[in-house]
């Protein structure tokens, strides 16, 4: 595998959902760009299902103040969601004049866009908070948004600051520069897990990412996982739980995560 460069993520992604629940999780998330110096980018995920739901004409909403049932209209659904965006980049813009960082805000597409939203790929690091996967919260909105990404960055953000990193490494550099570059800025030793099932190969992928630790002057170790696919999928979803801990997969990692 090529050594390749060290290169910090110019932008970090955090979807906010339709709740409060986003909020504590996007103040972590600014204190990270801050650090990296990068641009803290929001996008709204509007809950695909409930935009479902209120086209079929037998879907009622019940009011959660006065418990009346009604008609859910979707021209309803779509004033909530364009009112809760409207919220949601303002506390945005007011969060990043306070730490004085840049930003950006989008409302995540519905449907593919120009040029395949789906298998369209960024270079940035996207940040998803734990709670939010535990919860199982708006899946098919996140797993649209995921897939436009390399890398994702997976930390239950009920804590302030990350104590634990690691890379779930499968050849890719992008996942392993945002990973060195998050190493040495949040100043944590980088663990990187190398997951298969031919352990020669894994082997020699490991002695490859030692010789860019070493070059790009990131301490971590590296550590080849002989596994099959089950107890993979297991193993990621018992990094992912750890608490304080913060791992980075590639995307495609995410998806099995998810579900997808």
Known sequence: MPAPEARRPTRIVM?????????????????????????????????????????????RSISYRSGRVGVLEPAQVEAQFRAMAARA??????????????????????????????????PDLLLVDRGVLRRRQNMAALLRLAARYDTV??????????????????????????AGELARTLDLPLEVLI???????????????????????????VVPVSTDAGDTDLALQAMADGPGTLVIFEHADLLRLLGG
């Open 89 to 122: 980049r303002q506390r945005l813009a007011a969060l990043c004049r306070e730490h004085a960082l840049a930003w950006s805000f989008e409302v995540a597409a519905r449907g593919p866009e120009d040029g395949d939203e789906e298998t369209a790929t960024h």
């Open 15 to 59: 979807p906010l959902q339709c709740d409060e629940s986003s909020w504590a999780a996007l103040e972590h998330a600014a204190a990270v760009a801050k650090a990296l110096h990068a641009e803290l980018r929001a996008t709204f995920l509007e809950d695909l299902d409930v935009l479902a739901a209120a086209s079929l004409p037998m879907t």
């Open 195 to 221: 997951p298969t099932t031919d352990a020669a190969a894994a082997e020699a992928a490991a002695a490859s990412v030692r010789e860019w630790l070493g070059l790009h002057r990131v301490a971590g170790s």
């Open 153 to 178: 960055g997976v930390w239950d953000m009920s804590v302030p600051r990350p104590s634990r990193l690691i890379l779930v490494h499968r050849g890719e550099a992008a996942g392993l520069m945002a």
